[in-house]
């Protein structure tokens, strides 16, 4: 399944964004969806994940701030980021697969090409 990430850009600390995963096909639909993050200098981080069937799940340094959801008839899952801090600046990805697969980061998935989020001054 192909999927591509939109929305990423320039805020504020303590500013907003919302990143878009649009996938295409059933198979969007029928598998779980992960937002995975990444800098040149920290290991990557699954931030949020959602299940086939809408169950959110969060690492504990985003929990509270960002919201993962999805619209299935959009084929398209969201990712709301508030209150956003300067260690929130990363390439965010997107991914669609089995739920272990994500959670695991190997296996079989797929990901888009990234979206870039700085938070700065």
């Known amino acids: 399944v192909q999927v591509e990430e939109s929305g990423g850009g320039l805020v504020q600390p303590g500013g907003s964004l919302s990143l878009s995963c649009a996938g295409s096909?059933?198979?969007?639909?029928?598998?779980?969806v992960g937002w995975y993050r990444q800098t040149p200098v920290k290991q990557r981080e699954l931030v949020a994940v959602i299940t086939a069937s809408g169950s959110p799940n969060y690492a504990d340094s985003v929990r509270g701030r960002f919201t993962i959801s999805r619209d299935n008839a959009k084929n398209t899952v969201y990712l709301q980021m508030n209150g956003l801090k300067t260690e929130d600046t990363a390439v965010y990805y997107c991914?669609?697969?089995?739920?272990?697969?994500?959670?695991?980061?190997?296996?079989?998935?797929?990901w888009g090409q990234g979206t870039q989020v700085t938070v700065s001054t």
């Open positions: 096909g059933s198979e969007f639909r029928e598998n779980a």
């Open positions: 991914t669609v697969g089995p739920l272990v697969a994500i959670v695991s980061g190997s296996g079989s998935v797929s």
